[in-house]
């Protein structure tokens, strides 16, 4: 009779095996809480080579999970988010992913505001009542580390943030615009007109502290259209802006910025979407892991997807939204490629393979609401000290 194989002990695995097949499988806060097994242990697992593999896996294998952030949202009271895995997304994931103890104080703040997401970072900007300016935050909820950014240089002028990261250097910066706005003299005052374009900050995590950069926002741009509820900062190394070229809104483009090289360019709409339509609505996302703008107007919806990145020629229609009829809210794509939208009082998905929309368990978010995509990460860059 064949004796029965004990199984072999944790510590007698290779160490190839025990962290490159069993380590690299678990979520980010089970490995975090094993580098507490020992010192090899928190070498090995703390190595960049890991950390990438471990966050690779896991968007490679679509294990993505919808953050549903409301605009303003406060860090007392309610949960101010819901989590819904991407593979499942109707049902809300409780006790998903927890806020870390050292969040800013809510009493002061005015509201908050999400910047994007990246490889499991989170970064968003606090408005307390009596300041002007915003304070700056990265957040990675697997591990529950919060980062305070310093002060940025300039004050009282009318700002916006953009969160990108550096494939090359694997470092992570912020942008900030600084310009002064002017408003119109339209009967709603609105939207504010940019002029005066001031300095362009930066912040790198590598570094840990802000610099002014030489390259200056594009001076022709009247408008920045800093709503946008998806998160695209980051596709292929560069951070992006919807904007309207003249005070009309009759033209628009996408201004791009290279996280790594630092330098600003743009990328032309879709010819077809350029009509001069002041009541055309944009809003940029991702499909497929392409740029992508989906484009509305007189309750006609397109989505365009550009095939090679920054070549404008590459566009190409897909006609995601010639089955729906009515007033819906593009918020973008899940990983595979279902649509993201709110009709009426709800939050609904579409899965174009199956032709068939199911609605979220949740009440429709607001048109400012932040849908970011994020993945398990042990993704963190201390700042020198």
């Known amino acids: 009779m064949a004796s029965r194989k004990r199984p072999v002990a944790m510590e007698k695995l290779p160490d190839d095996i025990l962290f490159d097949n069993i380590c690299i499988r678990l979520p980010a806060k089970l490995v975090a809480q094993m580098r507490c097994v020992s ?22 294998n679509n294990d993505e999970t919808l953050m549903i952030i409301g605009h303003g949202f406060p860090f007392d009271g309610d949960k101010p988010y819901t989590t819904h895995n991407s593979q499942s997304p109707y049902d809300e994931v409780t006790h998903l992913i927890k806020l870390p103890a050292n969040m800013p ?34 957040w990675n909820p697997s591990l ?9 240089m300039y004050y009282s002028y009318s700002g916006c943030f953009r969160f990108g990261f550096d494939p090359k250097t694997d470092d992570y910066k912020v942008v900030k615009l600084s310009f002064h706005t002017d ?9 504010p007109v940019i002029y005066n374009m001031k300095e362009v900050e930066v912040y790198s995590m590598k570094k840990g502290c802000w610099d002014i950069i030489t390259p200056r926002f594009p001076s022709h741009i009247a408008e920045i259209y800093d709503g946008n509820e998806v998160c695209v900062d980051g596709h292929d190394g560069h951070i992006h802006w919807l904007c309207a070229i003249n005070q009309e809104k009759t033209q628009q483009t996408i201004v791009t910025f290279d996280v790594g090289l ?6 032309s709409l879709p010819r077809p979407i350029q009509d001069g339509n002041a009541s055309r609505t944009f809003v940029l996302g991702k499909m497929a892991g392409k740029l992508c703008v989906m484009s509305y107007v007189d309750d ?14 590459s566009w190409a229609k897909q006609n995601i939204f010639s089955h729906f009829s009515g007033k819906i809210d593009p918020f973008g794509f899940t990983l595979n490629s279902e649509f993201l939208f709110g009709i009426g009082h709800r939050l609904a998905l579409y899965d174009p393979n199956g032709a068939k929309v199911k609605l979220f368990n949740i009440t429709k978010p607001s048109t400012t609401t932040k849908i970011v995509h994020y993945v398990e990460s042990l993704v963190w860059v201390e700042p020198p000290k």
């Open 183 to 191: 408003y119109p003299s339209n009967p709603l005052g609105w939207p």
């Open 144 to 152: 529950s580390a919060l980062l305070t950014l310093p002060p940025h």
């Open 262 to 267: 630092e330098t600003f360019g743009e990328i």
């Open 105 to 138: 104080n809510s009493e002061n703040i005015c509201y908050n505001a999400v910047v994007g997401s990246i490889n499991g970072l989170v970064c968003f900007a606090s408005y307390e009542s009596d300041a002007c300016e915003a304070v700056v935050y990265i």
């Open 300 to 313: 006609e919806y397109e989505v365009w997807v550009m095939g090679e990145y920054g070549v404008a020629e």
């Open 39 to 60: 010192k090899p242990w928190n070498a090995y697992l703390s190595q960049p080579s890991f950390i990438k593999s471990h966050r690779d896996r896991f968007v490679r």
